[in-house]
């Protein structure tokens, strides 16, 4: 448990921006001596900020500072938690489809009175050349599929996979960190890797494979967009999922710096 008059934040998720923003928060000006006094979360006892990750990468590239892995139990596991550890505020920086996450993370801080932000990077924009189909969801883009080809790069995340597994008569190259599990498609070539990825590569990967389409979420972010830039040089469809909203009334930053100014100007008091 938190003592009394140390400030804690909690980060959720493992994603490129909660590495970041934790990177950031060790890096602050006398935070190793237990003093940052440009952020109101200090207290004289400094900041405690724990990562929090999901579980579901068997390797996950880990955070600076303290980190706890595994679920919470839903909204209410959280909310107990925030109580229990006696969180001050919550920065939400999940993947952008964590869907059930940030819905968790709503309704606990709710329910707690804990400040919450949602860090989410920008979306990604069609740009002259690509040739992009927008759909609601995997489901969709499944069902898009056939009318655009017959090769498969398929980059929606091992758990999406199985959105795709009725599909006869395409050929599908997933790509994951971690190996897929079934439902899958019949024909199915997994590539494990994980970003960044350069252009260089996605280019020898669409041709090696002979990707006709690409299927993609609109993750955002620099570290898995060449292969946007690579499908548009060599005119290939790409269909994007788009992205779940996050909860109503949740504030919203695009980066870290955003998230800095936030807990600087309206970080919470303690309980």
């Known amino acids: ?13 493992g994603t490129t921006e909660a590495r970041a ?35 579901r990468v ?10 706890r ?3 919470f139990g839903g909204a209410d596991g959280l909310a107990d ?16 489809f964590a869907a059930v996450m940030s819905g968790n993370a709503a309704a606990a801080a709710a329910a707690t009175g804990v400040p919450l932000l949602a860090l989410r990077r920008p979306g990604w924009s069609a740009g002259p ?8 969801s995997l489901d969709a883009a499944a069902a898009l599929l056939p009318a655009l080809g017959r090769r498969v790069l398929l980059t929606s995340g091992r758990q999406g996979i199985a959105a795709f597994a009725h599909l006869d008569g395409l050929h599908f190259v997933a790509r994951s960190v971690d190996p897929p599990e079934p439902p899958l498609p019949a024909a199915l070539d997994v590539l494990l890797d994980r970003g960044p990825f350069t252009l260089d590569g996605e280019r020898a990967v669409l041709r090696e494979h002979r990707i006709d389409v690409v299927v993609t979420k609109d993750s955002g972010g620099a570290a898995t967009a060449p292969k946007l830039t690579a499908a548009r040089e060599l005119g290939l469809p790409v269909v994007v999922v788009d992205r779940p909203p996050p909860p109503a009334g ?11 100014a936030w807990l600087a100007g309206q970080g919470p008091t303690g309980r």
């Open 250 to 260: 949740v504030p919203v930053a695009a980066d870290v710096p955003e998230v800095l």
């Open 69 to 71: 892995i595994g679920g």
């Open 58 to 67: 068997a390797r996950p590239r880990l955070p600076a500072g303290e980190v």
């Open 1 to 13: 448990m938190t003592p009394p008059d140390r400030r804690h934040l909690l980060i959720l998720g």
């Open 81 to 96: 938690w925030l109580r229990a550890e006696r969180v001050d505020a919550v920065v939400d920086a999940t993947h952008p």
């Open 129 to 136: 050349g690509d040739d992009w189909h927008r759909v609601p």
């Open 21 to 55: 923003l934790a990177a950031a928060l060790a890096a602050t000006p006398g935070a190793a001596r237990g003093a940052t006094p440009d952020l109101p979360l200090d207290g004289r006892a400094g900041l405690r900020v724990t990562s929090s990750l999901a579980g």
